[in-house]
């Protein structure tokens, strides 16, 4: 049975696409079949961050039109063998929850783990697609505005009944993290209000490797965060080590 997790967030460009690519990488290298679904309709960026921009034959628009197999339809990563990633279509497409839950449940058998990016833009949709999930990962910048919106995304979680969430702090650097690390973390947790599973350093190695598609490289501090919420993930666990440039 495989696990699905949705990664989601209330703002835009809080890193949702890079959380699920790190993750999905990693995932993948501990081993774990892993397979990235990309909801973010007329904003594909998954094939770009794995380099398969110009081999990406079919995508979800396939799946959901009927016109292509979810199995024939993922792309097998190159940099990763266990990685699939099932790229959005180009175009705006109407999904309904019960498609997708229907995706992941005639896969699931495949796959370890089916990470679902939720993409910009909440609508009921996405609130109903996210309630399907096994974890919802509620990604967050040290930005106020970024931590408020998380809050009030989490609650409405929360109302729905949905309690199985956990935060990643994203793109955290000594700019927004000043002395008082540990308190300001501290801080971003109260606010959000949901257990933390792990905290992502602004590392400009990972735009890099993300922008042009090469594998992140192994002495990138985002890489080992990654590589440590993977972990986490499985149930093993990681100390908390927080590095920032
Ligand atoms: N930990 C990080 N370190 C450096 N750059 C990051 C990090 N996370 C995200 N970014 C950059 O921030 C921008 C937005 O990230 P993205 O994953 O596309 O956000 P979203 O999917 O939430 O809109 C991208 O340019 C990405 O490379
Ligand atoms: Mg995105």
């Not at 729905?160 to 700019?175: A, C």
């Not at 971003?188 to 594998?215: R, S, W």
């Amino acid at each position: 049975m495989s696990k699905i997790i949705a990664v989601t967030s209330g703002k835009g460009g809080t890193g949702k696409s890079t959380v699920c690519a790190g993750l999905g990488y990693t995932l993948a290298k501990q081993g774990h079949r892993t397979l990235l679904i990309e909801l973010d309709f007329g904003l594909r960026c998954l094939d770009i961050m794995f380099g398969v921009e110009d081999s990406i034959k079919y995508d979800l628009g396939d799946v959901l039109n009927g016109r292509q197999d979810v199995l024939k339809a993922v792309a097998q990563v190159p940099m990763a063998s266990n990685l699939n990633i099932l790229c959005a279509p180009k175009t705006l497409t109407s999904v309904s929850a019960e498609q997708i839950v229907e995706i992941c449940r005639s896969v699931k058998k495949y796959f370890e783990y089916i990470i679902i990016d939720t993409g910009a833009g909440i609508n009921s949709h996405v609130f109903d697609i996210v309630e399907q999930a096994n974890l919802i990962l509620v990604v967050s910048t040290p930005d106020p505005v970024c931590i408020r919106d998380a809050s009030l995304m989490s609650d409405e979680f929360y109302n729905r009944g949905n309690k199985s969430q956990r935060l990643i702090i994203n793109k955290i650097s000594k700019k927004f993290i000043g002395e008082a690390l540990i308190a300001n973390l501290d801080e971003i947790i109260d606010k959000v209000g949901v257990q933390l599973i792990g905290v992502i350093p602004d590392d400009f190695k990972m735009t890099i490797a993300t922008g042009k598609g090469t594998p992140i490289p192994t002495d990138s501090s985002a890489l080992k965060a990654f590589d440590a919420i993977s972990k986490r993930l499985g149930g093993e666990f990681v100390p908390l080590t927080v590095k920032t440039s």
